[in-house]
């Protein structure tokens, strides 16, 4: 189910989703680092990693794969770095005490999610996330919350910096402006969505509101990195390939000592386009390892004061064969009011393949009830 496009990180990893091609011997093989086009030894390419302040591991969100390299990638660093400290783009900066919560070991699994307001604030599948988070708990490692919340990016990007008082935005500072190649990465991704492309300044916005949210991350890094010998961070690629985004905040904040890692899979061009990263780890074919696509409704959904409005339904989709219209208002989902776009989405995602959900509508101001009936195989 598509998220609303405020949601930058999932689009931006459209731009290194390339055509499949053949891997060559130029491309990682599976289970090998490689710098420079070049292979180069775990161990060495460890130990230098463990002098930096800050190393980001990108990642597309729903490939269990990369939450699995991920979480070896940490294990390693933290044999050399045990004060390290681990910082996450799936929270806002309001969740940080359920993460100090969660690593005390107060917490069980569901009242974390439920603190934290996980589904709110991300809406991904916790369980690709949870390996990594017990390991932090069990460990002791901090977890910091990198972001902010939708509304004080939108708030920052259409009111600007000067209107948003500093205790209104984390004392965050104003971002230094783009590099040229990535003002026109940011344009093809935006281009792509011809629905959103349409509105008056909306690329401006969608380009502020970017760079608010790589300016975040760059700051709770550099923040994390005063008190720490090295903070890893955790987000989406597009936030971080051919330094752009938060490396380049990073950069105007005074952080060099950084480095950007990938995971790289046989499905993705080869060679890997040059500084992509500033290393690959090679990835064999995890089709067979990757949990089943979950279910999806096939809307574009945004908060509402009644629930959850409907601001754009898919064609072909379980919405469109289920009757919903754009701007209906979804108040309830299987008999349980909707406070926000994340409860629709996480119950979703715990449909069984050919299940029915009972959703209770508002149309016009007249009450409807609908029933979504799931496919008994994922498309």
Known sequence: MPLPLTRLSKLLGLLIALAPLPATADCPMPGEWQRDGQPVAADVLLQELATQRVV???EQHERLAHHRWQLHTLAALHAHRPQLVIGLEMLPREAQSALDAWVAGELDEATFLESSGWHDAWGYDPDLYLPILHFARMNRIPLV????????????????????????????????????DYLGALTEVYSSHPSESGEPGGLERFIDAQLVWDRAMAEGLADASEDAPLVVGLMGEGHITHGHGVPHQLDALGITAQRTLLAWSPDQECPPPVAIADALFGLGDETLHEPASPM?????????????????????????????HEDDIISAAAGKPLGSPGELIALVRRQAPGTLLPMEIMRDGEPREILARFPAEVP
């Open 56 to 58: 980001l591991l990108g």
């Open 296 to 324: 999806r409704l096939g809307v574009m959904i945004v908060p509402d004061p009644a629930g959850v409005r409907v601001a754009r339904v898919e064609a072909d989709s379980v919405a469109q064969a289920s009757g919903l």
């Open 145 to 180: 919350a990198l972001n902010v919340t939708p509304e004080l990016r939108r708030r920052l990007a259409d009111e600007g910096w000067e209107a948003v008082p500093a205790a209104e935005r984390h004392q965050l500072t104003p971002p230094v402006p783009p590099s040229p």
